[in-house]
């Protein structure tokens, strides 16, 4: 990789790298071992959060569903993971191109590129192109969850290959590649630290438009839909949680205090949420469940994502019982309207990340005002919440509007909704010929 472009990763890798940028000119990086574990952790844990959410969506669904919708997890690390590297990488990190839309390089295509290039954080590029992928792949996979028990594999497979391609990585590239359109706005860039616009608002608003599209699921509302296994929902939660301090701690791309910031306003804002909504339960049903306790861990996982750079714990504390009243208020919502975002990935992952992008301006830490102020003179709150409004409402048209045309292909080509009958019967059975449990006559 040339300095020219090693340089332009300072910026990619964002504030994490204050502590040792600059380098002097024409001083090659060196490995920096603990920065490098570090992030190679991180990568891990972030991977973990697949399967934690295969399981915290697999057990909200019925008995004959689970497999099916385990696999639509599973199949994004399939999928996404060799999509990423042959590339998706190039698309999302390489130079801008046609426009900006997208970046591209024909030196990443495959990683070729990057067999020996240490970025100047003193990482591997191998680290750091692993540990973006795997954020390519669980958002698509959180996309799932607004259309589970309805949608088949092949159909499903095709979605998000062309998904990944046409708008996780343009968004991608816009807010975190150093010329991307959103990195570039206002005094610092719209703030999204760990993807806040990129992963949890793109995959939310996408699963809402795809369960408009498809419809709702055969009886809803009217049949009773119950989870099959809240414990594998905890246990899902659970995973969820520790691979998130993976998600945010590792977007420093740094092991010093910005990354032991980022970890816990990570921790206070999930436990925060999770008190809300159990508050909320008792208050208003005087029954704390644990669903309602998986919700709010969530909400207040998604809500700090974007923020946990920026935010101090009191902060993260209100983001966190925010996100919750107001997710919690979503999902409400969603029952009195009718729609049918099975999972709640809209009611979740859509609003939280959306309260994340927009409410982080009002707590952001002195410091970081200061800087912009010292880059851009009178920059100010209202400044930046337009930055990051004008982010966030351009995340949902373009995610919407390419989602439905995705859709629209992928339901003409090869088939996206299964038959009443496969419904009926269950994905499991149907499509996968198998059974969640080897028992039979279960829904």
Known sequence: ?????????????????????????????????????WMLTSTTLV?????????????????????????????????????????GYALSFGPNALGGLVGWSRDLVLLRGIDHTILPAGVPEYAFAMFQGKFAIITPALIAGAVAERISFRGWVAFITLWVLLVYCPLCHWVWASDGYFFNLGAKGAIDFAGGTVVHISSGVAGL?????????????????????????????GLLWVGWFGFNAGSSI???????????VTQVA?????????????????????????????????????????????????????ASCTCYGMIMLKNRLGYDDSLDAFGIHGTGGIVGALGLTFF?????????????????LLSQLKVQAFAVATTIVFSVVMTLLIAWLVEKVVGFRVAEGVEKTGLDHEIHGERAYGLNNLN
């Open 47 to 87: 991977l973990l959060m697949v399967p934690g959410l295969a399981m915290f969506y697999g057990g909200l669904v019925r008995t004959k569903n689970v497999l099916g919708t385990m696999m639509h997890s599973f199949s994004a690390m399939a999928v996404v993971g060799v999509l990423w590297t042959v590339v």
């Open 1 to 37: 990789m040339s300095w020219t472009r090693s340089l332009r990763f300072a910026a990619i890798l964002g504030v994490g790298l204050g502590a040792g940028l600059p380098l002097a000119a024409g001083t090659a990086p060196v490995n920096d071992t603990g920065t490098t574990a």
């Open 364 to 380: 952001i830490r002195g410091s970081w005002w200061a800087e912009a102020a010292a880059k851009h003179p009178g920059w100010g």
């Open 209 to 237: 438009a795809l369960a408009l599209f498809l419809g709702a699921r055969h009886g809803y509302p009217k049949t009773a839909m119950a989870p099959n296994n809240l414990t594998f929902t905890l246990i899902g939660a």
């Open 270 to 322: 999930a436990a925060a949420g999770a008190l809300t909504w159990v508050l909320i339960e008792i208050i208003r049903e005087d029954k704390p469940t644990s669903l309602g306790m998986a919700s709010g861990i969530l909400a207040g996982l998604v809500v700090i994502t974007p923020a946990a750079g920026v935010v101090q714990v009191g902060g993260a504390i209100a983001l966190g019982a925010i």
């Open 254 to 264: 740094a092991s010093n205090l910005e990354t032991a910031r980022a970890l816990t």
